[in-house]
C-alpha cells in the first residue's frame, strides 16, 4: 500500500489532481470557521456585482455569493463523497457475490446489472426524487449512491470471476479458509485499485448528478449546494440581468472538483494500467 | 444469418425485459413510497378548485385513470392497458390536455437536437481523440487537459457559459425558445431561418461536451492499439503510417460504438437540462415546468418516453454494432 502511494505520487496527474481536490475541502472546512455569518442572511441589494466587500457580489436575495458559494462547494463534495461510497459498496458487494459464487445467482445479479445499465440512472433519480416530500441532503446523496452502481458492479464481477479459478484462490479454498477470508485476502487485493478509481468517478458523477437534479428542482431541502445555486440563479432570470456572478463561479466549481477527481482517476489508471501509458 | 438472426432475437428478449421493468419502475416508484403523489396530488388538485361540480368532475378522471381505490395489481394492469391504448393521463397543471399530446408536440424539439448534436460530436470527438493518440507530443498534450476539462463541465452549464456569452453579451443569437413566437409556424424561409438561429447554442453546448467525453475515450483506446504488437510488426514491414493509421482507427472505434451505446442514457438526460436552460420547447422543458407545477401525469408520462427512447438507442446500436463487428458474429458462429 505503502508503495503503491509512493508511485502514485510521483504520477502529476495524480498529484495535480489530489491537490485541488484536497485544497478545496481543505478552504470550505477552515473558511466557514473563520466567517461565521450566516449564508442566508441578506445583506446588500439584490445582484450587486462583486466588490471588495462582496467578493463575487449578491444574488437575487441579496445574500453574499462568495459564502454561498463555500457552503454549496461544502454541500456538492459532501453529496458526491456519499454517493460515491453507496456506489462503490453496492457495487462491489453485487460484483463480488456475482463473480465469486457464480452460477444462478450470478446469472440473476448479472441480469439485473444489465437492466439496470440500460435504463438511465437519470430518470430513476427524478422517479424516486419526485416521490419523497423532504429531502435532506444525506437522503439525495445516498439515493443518487443506489442509482449509479451497476457500472461498478459489472466491472467488479469481471474481475472477480476471472481471479476465482487462480492458483492462490484455490490453494486458500483447499486450505479451508472461509469464503469471506477468500475474498478479503485473495481477491479484494488485486480489485483495489480498480475499486478506488471507481469510487473517484462515482464522487464525480455524483456532484453531477446533485447538479443536475436540483437544476430539474429536485435537489435537497434547506441547504445550498452547487446545483440549487445554479437553479436560483436561472429561476430569478440572473443571465438575463447580466449578472454572471450568479452563476458562473459556481459553473466553474463544479467543473474543477470533477475535472481535478477525472485527473486524478486518469493519472491512477496510468499508473496501474502501464498499457495506456503513453 | 443464421447465427445473426439467433443474436438478434436474443437481444430483443432482453430489451423487452428490460422495457418491462423500465415500466414497472416507472409505476411502483412513485406509488409505492410513502404518501405517494398519485393519491396526494389528486387530492390537492381537487382542494384548489372552489366549483364543487368541477372539482367532483376533475377528481374523478383522476380517479378513474390511476384507479386509486383499487388493489396496487388492479391499478398496474389499469395502467398497462393505457399505455397500449397510447393514453399517458390527463395533465394537471394544463387540464384537461392529454400527456401525449403535450408530449408528441416536444418529441420533434428534442429529436431535432439531440439527434443531429450526439452524431457529431460522436464523430468529431472520435477523429480528435484518434488524432491526440496518433500526434502524441504537444498536440497531445494540449488537447487532452481540454478534452478532460470539457469533460467534466456538465452539459448545462456549459450551455448557461454560452448563452451568457453569445445571447446576451455579444448579442449575437437568440437566447430562449424554439423560434421566434412573433411568427405562426410555416414553411417559409425566414422561418426556417429562425428555428436554425435557436437551434445552434443549444447545439452547439450539447457537441462541445460530447465531443471531450468521446475524445478521451477514443484516445484511450488508440493508445492501447497504437502499442499492439500488429502496429509494431506493420512498421517493421514499412507499411506506411497511414495505413496503419487506418488499422487503428478500425480497431479503436469498435468499442467507441459501444460506448455512445452505453453513454447515450446520460447523454440524453444531460441534453434535456440544457433544453431548460434555453427553454428549448422540447420535453426536458416539459419535464422542468411540470415539476415546478407538480404535473404528476406530465412527469411520468415524460420519465416514461425518456426511458424507452433511450432502450431503443441502445437497442438500435446493439444490433448494428452486431452487423458491424464480425467477432459478436464468430462468437455466435461458436455456439453453434
Do not use: C
Amino acid at each position: 500500500m505503502n508503495s503503491s502511494l509512493q508511485i502514485l505520487i510521483r504520477s502529476p496527474k495524480f498529484l495535480i489532481g489530489a491537490i485541488t481536490f484536497l485544497v478545496m475541502i481543505a478552504f470550505v472546512t477552515i473558511y466557514p470557521l473563520i466567517n461565521t455569518s450566516d449564508p442566508t442572511e441578506m445583506v446588500a441589494l439584490a445582484f450587486q456585482p462583486p466588490s471588495a466587500e462582496l467578493l463575487l457580489g449578491s444574488d437575487n436575495f441579496g445574500r453574499d455569493l462568495f459564502l454561498e458559494l463555500i457552503y454549496g462547494i461544502r454541500t456538492s463534495i459532501f453529496v458526491g463523497l456519499v454517493a460515491g461510497l453507496s456506489a462503490t459498496i453496492i457495487g462491489l458487494a453485487i460484483g463480488l457475490a456475482a463473480g465469486y459464487i457464480g452460477g444462478m445467482i450470478d446469472d440473476i445479479l448479472t441480469a439485473i446489472t444489465n437492466i439496470f445499465i440500460v435504463i438511465p440512472s437519470f430518470i430513476v433519480l427524478i422517479l424516486i426524487s419526485v416521490s419523497i416530500d423532504s429531502r435532506s441532503t444525506l437522503i439525495t446523496a445516498i439515493i443518487i449512491g443506489i442509482t449509479s452502481w451497476p457500472w461498478t458492479a459489472r466491472a467488479v464481477r469481471a474481475q472477480t470471476s476471472s481471479l476465482r479459478n487462480r492458483d492462490h484462490v484455490n490453494i486458500a479454498k483447499i486450505s479451508g479458509h472461509s469464503t469471506p477470508r477468500i475474498i478479503t485476502f485473495e481477491i479484494l487485493p488485486y480489485i483495489m485499485s480498480y475499486v478506488v478509481m471507481a469510487f473517484v468517478l462515482q464522487t464525480a458523477s455524483g456532484i453531477l448528478s446533485e447538479a443536475s437534479i436540483s437544476m430539474l428542482g429536485l435537489g435537497p431541502y434547506n441547504t445550498i449546494s452547487l446545483g440549487i445555486l445554479l437553479n436560483w440563479a436561472l429561476t430569478f432570470e440572473a443571465p438575463v440581468s447580466g449578472a454572471w456572478w450568479a452563476f458562473i463561479p459556481a459553473a466553474f466549481s463544479i467543473a474543477i472538483i470533477t475535472f481535478s477527481l477525472y485527473l486524478m482517476n486518469t493519472g491512477m489508471d496510468e499508473i496501474f494500467n502501464p498499457k495506456i501509458r503513453s | 444469418m443464421n447465427a445473426y438472426r439467433k443474436f438478434f432475437v436474443k437481444k430483443s428478449l432482453w430489451y423487452l425485459l428490460t422495457l418491462f421493468v423500465a415500466v414497472a419502475l416507472n409505476f411502483l416508484l412513485p406509488r409505492l413510497i410513502e404518501g405517494n403523489p398519485v393519491s396526494m396530488i389528486a387530492n390537492q388538485m381537487t382542494q384548489v378548485m372552489t366549483d364543487s361540480d368541477s372539482m367532483k368532475k376533475v377528481y374523478d378522471t383522476f380517479a378513474a385513470e390511476f384507479g386509486i381505490d383499487k388493489p396496487l395489481w388492479q391499478q398496474f394492469f389499469i395502467y398497462l392497458g393505457n399505455l397500449l391504448r397510447g393514453d399517458l393521463g390527463t395533465s394537471f397543471g394544463l387540464y384537461p390536455t392529454p400527456v401525449s399530446t403535450i408530449l408528441a408536440s416536444a418529441v420533434p424539439w428534442t429529436l431535432a437536437l439531440q439527434l443531429p448534436a450526439i452524431l457529431v460530436g460522436w464523430i468529431i470527438g472520435n477523429a480528435l481523440g484518434a488524432i491526440a493518440a496518433y500526434k502524441k507530443g504537444v498536440f497531445d498534450k494540449v488537447l487532452f487537459p481540454t478534452f478532460l476539462f470539457i469533460n467534466s463541465i456538465p452539459y448545462f452549464i456549459l450551455a448557461i457559459i454560452l448563452l451568457y456569452i453569445f445571447g446576451l453579451t455579444l448579442n449575437w443569437l437568440p437566447t430562449s425558445g424554439g423560434y421566434n413566437y412573433q411568427m405562426t409556424p410555416n414553411l417559409s424561409l425566414e422561418f426556417i431561418g429562425s428555428v436554425l438561429k435557436h437551434h445552434f447554442l443549444p447545439f452547439l453546448s450539447i457537441v462541445l461536451v460530447t465531443i471531450g467525453g468521446q475524445a478521451i475515450g477514443m484516445r484511450e483506446m488508440s493508445i492501447y492499439e497504437l502499442n499492439t504488437d500488429y502496429v509494431l510488426y506493420s512498421k517493421l514491414l514499412g507499411i506506411k503510417d497511414s495505413t496503419i493509421s487506418r488499422y487503428v482507427f478500425k480497431n479503436a472505434m469498435l468499442p467507441q460504438i459501444t460506448g455512445l451505446a452505453l453513454s447515450i442514457g446520460t447523454m440524453i438526460g444531460g441534453s434535456l437540462i440544457t433544453e431548460i436552460v434555453f427553454s428549448y420547447p422540447g420535453i426536458g422543458t416539459w419535464l422542468f415546468t411540470a415539476i415546478r407545477q407538480l404535473d404528476y401525469p406530465l412527469i411520468s408520462g415524460a420519465t416514461l418516453l425518456i426511458a424507452i427512447s433511450v432502450l431503443l438507442a441502445n437497442f438500435t446500436i446493439e444490433i448494428v454494432y452486431g452487423l458491424v463487428d464480425p467477432r459478436i458474429k464468430a462468437a455466435q458462429m461458436e455456439e453453434e
